[in-house]
């Protein structure tokens, strides 16, 4: 099945109120606008909105039961998943005697969240995220210079000249730490959504700007084979 420009490419029946959008659009500010918004946010009070996300995610889980029989085999498969989660975390707690933190470990629940809400909703917010990332890509390539400087936690500024290299080739990045990361993110969202010709067509476009050569090449073979 292919999906429209905005919808994912799976039957599902939305949780939606105030629960639902705000527990989605909080964690999308705190792992999508967390780069650029360094400048004035802590780690802690970033951590502290990931935390407030899935808190108000899993109330709206709480208080939504109804639609629970609409979506029962993404629940039992969600339930299943986060039992394995919560007891690897444990076991890794208990072997090693701390913390698991890691942002790929610790995206589980929130992804659990996320899906078990209103994808759809998630997935619309980060498409347009998408097009802010390659409409700011556009600027930077036409001025030379990045819409905001990521200062790594060693002091290291992540700026034009760092991610040129020797070749000195203006690499824009729109929204993200990096160029690189900005094409990782592009492809992502091109391949979940299983045929968007539109997404492909500005995942081409956001790998030229940031001259990334596999995102360019996979673009034009996703074009190639769902045009």
Known sequence: MRSSLLTLPFAYTPRRGVFSFLAIFVIYVAIYL??????????????????LGLFIGLCGLAVQRDSYKNNSNLIRLSFGVFVFFSASWILTFAAKGMANLSSYYIAIPFAIVIVNLNPNLFYRIIVFHFGVTL?????EYFTE??????QASDGTELNELLFGGHAEVFRAKGMFQGPLSAVAFGMWLMFLTRGSIFIAAMVLFSAFFASGRLGMLTAVIMLGLWG
């Open 34 to 51: 967390k780069d650029w918004a360094s400048q004035w946010l802590t780690s802690s009070v970033v951590a502290g909105l990931l935390a």
């Open 135 to 139: 409409a700011i890509q556009v600027l």
């Open 145 to 150: 210079q990045y819409f905001f400087i990521y």
